[in-house]
């Protein structure tokens, strides 16, 4: 059965940081590319970052430039999203997904549960 499971979501205060993890289960993680995406309350769902299963290549919305990294462990069978210098416009749900050609939510056809971050004082 395939299946993603998300943790590592929590509340962290401004400038904080979080580490995001997404367990693949019942296939090689390693074999797709991986997306990361987010929705916040009354907002359409975005993407994220990327990274592709090809040669690693990695992808990130304007918005997350330089303070999120995507990687992933295929010993683990995880991808993970470092996220710093948090801001309370991150707060959304986020999602990990797998199996995308290109680097957008409609391309990707296994998603996880997702875990909410929420960015406050």
């Known amino acids: 059965q395939v299946q993603l499971v998300e943790s590592g979501g929590g509340l962290v205060q401004p400038g904080g940081s979080l580490r995001l993890s997404c367990a693949a289960s019942g296939f090689t993680l390693a074999y797709y590319e991986i997306g990361w995406f987010r929705q916040a309350p009354g907002k359409e769902r975005e993407v994220v970052s990327c990274?592709?299963?090809?040669?690693?290549?990695?992808y990130y919305a304007d918005s997350v430039k330089g303070r999120f990294t995507i990687s992933r462990d295929n010993a683990k069978n995880t991808v993970y999203l470092q996220m710093n210098s948090l801001k309370p416009e991150d707060t959304a749900v986020y999602y990990c997904a797998a199996g995308g050609d290109v680097c957008e939510s409609s391309s990707f056809g296994a998603w996880g549960q997702g875990t909410q971050v929420t960015v406050s004082s």
């Open positions: 990274i592709s299963s090809s040669d690693g290549s990695t």
